[in-house]
């Protein structure tokens, strides 16, 4: 199984960037996906989820209202749109696969992809 985030990159605040996490059609089918992040001497945050079945969405709070994540079936990708990024959005930003389909606050994921560099600055 394969994950693939891209779209990371330098960008200045307030400022917009959209990630791609490319998978199997089998993966978006019936599982939720899943966007995490990880500053430098941080742990690992969730960020948002997208469930397989009914595309329900959840945010943490911090990015509420700034970040949105979709599905394109024909594209085999999930997006997360991020805009009015803040330097604190910085980050390695990793998607993640879940086998419930369920969208859930939670980091028990069963497959991992590489992550992409997100920098927010001036």
């Known amino acids: 199984v394969q994950l693939q985030a891209s779209g990371g990159g330098l960008v200045q605040p307030g400022g917009s960037l959209r990630l791609s996490c490319a998978a199997s059609?089998?993966?978006?089918?019936?599982?939720?996906i899943g966007w995490f992040r990880q500053a430098p001497g941080k742990e690992r945050e969730w960020v948002s989820c997208i469930s397989s079945d009914d595309d329900s969405t959840d945010y943490v709070d911090s990015v509420k209202g700034r970040f949105t994540i979709s599905r394109d079936n024909a594209k085999n990708t999930v997006y997360l749109q991020m805009n009015s990024l803040k330097p604190e959005d910085t980050a390695v930003y990793y998607c993640a696969a879940e086998g419930s389909g369920k969208c859930f606050r939670q980091y028990d994921m069963d497959y991992w992809g590489e992550g992409t560099q997100v920098t927010v600055s001036s």
């Open positions: 059609r089998f993966i978006l089918d019936y599982y939720a």
